[in-house]
């Protein structure tokens, strides 16, 4: 399966990033997808070992989780005329003690506005993770990550905040059911009403 952005001469410019190439573990390989036609934007923290090892974002047990939130199919979600995705840092940034390094924080002040300008249709932002949230919804978001992911509500329709789907999130998800109770169920209906535009006549 590949997933591939539309011919632009800023994607190529965006893969041949080589700003941090020193920092990076494994070196510079950025995963991203832009299309003119994108409705939805997922904006995550960075790509971990199996996105960049087969290019594909979301393609690990983390996409599985999101995948299974916003209730849609690998299919639809690899449709680059639905689904546009530009994580915070757009390659692997390393291990940390914890788990993965924060993304790298040359990648968002460099790329992304730039990026968003070849999306003109985005209709929703889906901010996952802390560094995602502060970088768009600066000081509009509240004092914790939990807090910002529970007052969803204010930020749409432009953004949905959304904890981060991995596996090492499970405690808070079994901490958090209002999250399940309520998050997930309007993210639902919010993609659904997209999708719904995007298949009508």
């Known amino acids: 399966m590949t997933v591939t952005s539309f011919q632009h ?11 941090c190439a020193g920092f990076l ?22 790509p971990g070992t199996k996105v960049h090892a087969t290019g594909i974002p979301w393609n690990d047990p983390s996409g599985d989780q999101l995948r299974r939130w916003l209730g849609v199919d690998r299919d639809t979600f690899y449709d680059p005329s639905i689904f546009g995705i530009v994580p915070m840092g757009f390659c692997y940034p390393g291990k940390g003690k ?33 560094y995602a949230q502060k ?46 109770e309520k998050v997930v169920p309007i993210l639902q209906f919010e993609v659904g009403k997209i999708l719904q535009s995007v298949h009508e006549p």
């Open 9 to 19: 001469p800023l994607i190529n410019e965006v893969k041949a990033c080589r700003i």
């Open 25 to 46: 573990p494994l070196g510079p390989k950025p995963v991203f997808v832009v299309h003119p036609e994108a409705k939805i934007l997922v904006v995550g923290q960075a």
């Open 98 to 130: 914890g788990g993965d390094l924060p993304p790298r924080p040359e990648c968002a002040p460099t790329w992304h506005a730039k990026l968003l300008e070849l999306m003109p249709n985005l209709q929703l932002t889906l901010l996952i993770g802390q």
């Open 135 to 180: 970088y768009y919804l600066g000081n509009v978001r509240k004092g914790s990550l939990t807090e910002t992911v529970r007052a969803f509500e204010s930020y749409l329709p432009r953004f949905i905040p959304l904890v981060h789907p991995s596996p090492r999130n499970k405690r808070w998800q079994k901490n958090n059911p209002w999250f399940e």
